[in-house]
């Protein structure tokens, strides 16, 4: 059946990318949206077992030097499960990986494949292309199959000639973030760690989606952190206090946005001896996570080094809030806090929400895993 007769994605200069999770060479579920702040190619050549897509997979390895993860990272996209069983395609890090796409997911979504292509019925039409992505996960170019193999040549001329990451814009960006000082007091910040120093901190985990429900994760790769829970009533309505007043008006006068709910009051200690960090994430991303709408992030101390926070799809600029103040932003934006190198950063780290997400959270509670306790709006 031609390709002409059927429907395909068409995506274009400016559109976001699809996200998605997928099976990878590194990864049995790679979560696409953690690879922003840098360019990324994408290689839909479908298989290696043809002449188009064996000679794409070829462009790719030949230019590997194009690609170190700092910059560029590339993905192939396979359809054909004997260039995974055959080792046709391998992954070559840093910066080359490939999508095991043999349920067409990522296809429909980029238009390599029909929107309608169901890959157990046989063959389907393929339109190979090249999509690359900037640094905000945002199409910056789309290169279709041209006779000739002129396809190839252009991206790679393309990427040679694409700037540095935090300029791709045409200038330097500013991540949509609040930076307020003197939210917390000194001496209430001090308190704060002295309860943690007095009753330690548990290992802290991360959430992800697993057969359909919210699990607690822990994996020191990607994040080390230790967390106290407060639960004195009164210390927790003292929190609860300072953040109406200083936090919650800013976030309604930058994004008309009534906060009402508060989630989860900790101290978390970010350790240099444990080598405390948190990579690149988002905080909304599972069923458990997605009533969240915005993170405050409060440095309860000054004397530590690095545990910087970030926000890679908006440039390399980092930021440490002095002592009682923070960084406030939304569940969605992708974000990390560095190595600390020396020292401990204590923070409070609360999640801010509405009446609308209560009930998200609510209605959720079915897709909690074990040990992930439900939630009574």
């Not at 040679?160 to 949509?176: R, T, V, Y």
């Not at 943690?196 to 697993?210: D, L, T, W």
């Amino acid at each position: 059946m031609s390709a002409t007769s059927h429907s395909f994605a068409a995506l274009g200069p400016g559109d976001p990318a699809p996200m998605f999770h997928q099976r990878c060479t590194s990864n049995p579920r790679f979560a696409f949206d953690t690879v922003g702040g840098r360019y990324v190619v994408l290689c839909f050549h479908g298989t290696a077992a043809d002449p188009v897509g064996s000679e794409m997979i070829k462009t790719m390895t030949d230019n590997r030097f194009l690609f170190d993860d700092e910059k560029v990272c590339a993905f192939g996209v396979s359809i054909d499960p004997r260039d995974e069983a055959d080792k046709r395609i391998e992954e070559l890090l840093p910066g080359i990986r490939h999508f095991w796409d043999f349920d067409g997911l990522i296809g429909r979504l980029y238009g390599m494949l029909p929107t309608d292509a169901k890959l157990e019925s046989g063959s389907v039409p393929l339109r190979r292309l090249w999509v690359v992505l900037d640094p905000t996960m945002r199409v910056l170019a789309v290169f279709p199959a041209a006779e000739g193999g002129r396809h190839n040549k252009d991206v790679v001329n393309f990427v040679k000639m694409l700037p540095a990451p935090g300029l791709h814009a045409g200038l330097e960006l500013q991540a949509p973030i609040l930076f307020l000082p003197n939210v917390f007091p000194a001496d209430f910040c001090r308190h704060l760690i002295g309860l943690y120093e007095q009753h330690g901190g548990e290992e802290s985990g991360f959430m992800r989606e697993i057969n359909g429900k919210t699990v607690q994760m822990h994996d020191h790769r990607h994040k080390r952190r230790k967390d106290y829970t407060i639960e004195d009533p009164e210390l927790i309505q003292k929190t609860r206090a300072m953040i109406r007043r200083r936090v919650v008006p800013e976030i309604q006068k930058a994004h008309q946005f009534k906060v009402t709910r508060m989630e989860r009051y900790i101290v978390s200690c970010y350790s240099a001896e444990d080598g405390g960090h948190f990579r690149a994430h988002r905080d909304n991303t599972t069923a458990g996570t997605a009533h969240r709408r915005f993170a405050v992030s409060i440095n309860l101390n000054s004397e530590f080094e690095g545990g910087r926070v970030s926000f890679p799809e908006y440039g390399p600029r980092d930021f440490k809030p002095p002592v009682g103040g923070a960084v406030v932003f939304s569940c969605s934006l992708l974000h990390a806090v560095s190595a600390v190198t020396k020292g401990k950063r204590y923070a409070f780290l609360p999640f801010l929400y509405d009446e609308e997400a209560a009930k998200i959270r609510e209605a959720n509670n079915a897709s909690l895993g074990e040990g992930v306790g439900a939630y009574r709006a």
